[in-house]
């Protein structure tokens, strides 16, 4: 489990096809990987890896197909900054909200409207996924843990602080760049308790 609380940004060193899947390296010093053991969970752009070959400098992790179709790991290029966060200890606080790192699909980032310092952003979702999402609820995006202001349909928007466009890969992201999007862990708990109540 995490909380969409980014620990550090880290940087692709390299990305290399095995099969139907591939293997990722990621340079991060500053999350001492040296001192994980092999096996660990990690959230990399909201996704959940395991941790393999761990240094003083960094980690890589396996990607299997269903990973490279359902996210936007497959994208990634040598020197691509991604958003880290290792796993919940027993007794981490839990400053964002439950977030499990398994991606449910691709939100495309639709509008971008300066605020001050602050930035609105607009995201379309696909439409099974929409009803996931609720004002005042949460969603991850690219593993960061954000409250969603608004909702219009299969829309709906997200302000960011500086701090956030500051200490997350969310501050370069330009219109119609694609995001990992997990939904809130409740609703879709939820939404299935419905769906058989109906049934």
């Not at 959230?43 to 299997?64: H, I, N, P, R, Y």
């Not at 969603?139 to 928007?157: A, C, I, P, Q």
């Not at 119609?176 to 939820?190: G, I, K, Q, T």
Request: glycine share 10%; proline share 4%; with cysteine.
């Amino acid at each position: 489990m995490f909380t969409g609380i980014i620990q550090a940004v880290g940087t692709v060193t390299s990305f290399s096809a095995r099969g139907d899947g591939a293997r990722l390296a990621i340079r991060c010093p500053e999350l001492e990987p040296a001192r994980w053991s092999e096996g660990d969970s990690v959230a990399v752009a909201g996704c959940c890896l395991t941790a393999l070959e761990l240094t003083t400098e960094g980690f890589e992790a396996d990607l299997s197909g269903e990973t490279l179709r359902c996210t936007s790991l497959g994208r990634l290029a040598e020197g691509a900054p991604v958003n880290l966060e290792p796993a919940l200890a027993m007794g981490d606080r839990l400053g964002g909200h439950w977030v499990t790192g398994h991606v449910d699909g691709l939100a495309r980032l639709a509008a971008i409207t300066p605020l001050g310092d602050n930035r609105r952003l607009e995201f379309q979702v696909p439409a099974e996924l929409a009803r996931f999402v609720a004002a005042k609820g949460s969603v991850t995006l690219d593993g960061v843990s954000l409250t969603v202001n608004r909702v219009r349909g299969d829309r709906f928007e997200v302000n960011l602080i500086p701090h956030t466009l500051e200490v997350t890969t969310l501050g370069r992201l330009r219109e119609n760049d694609e995001v990992n999007l997990e939904v809130d862990l409740l609703a879709r708990y939820m939404d299935r308790l419905l769906e058989q109540r109906q049934t």
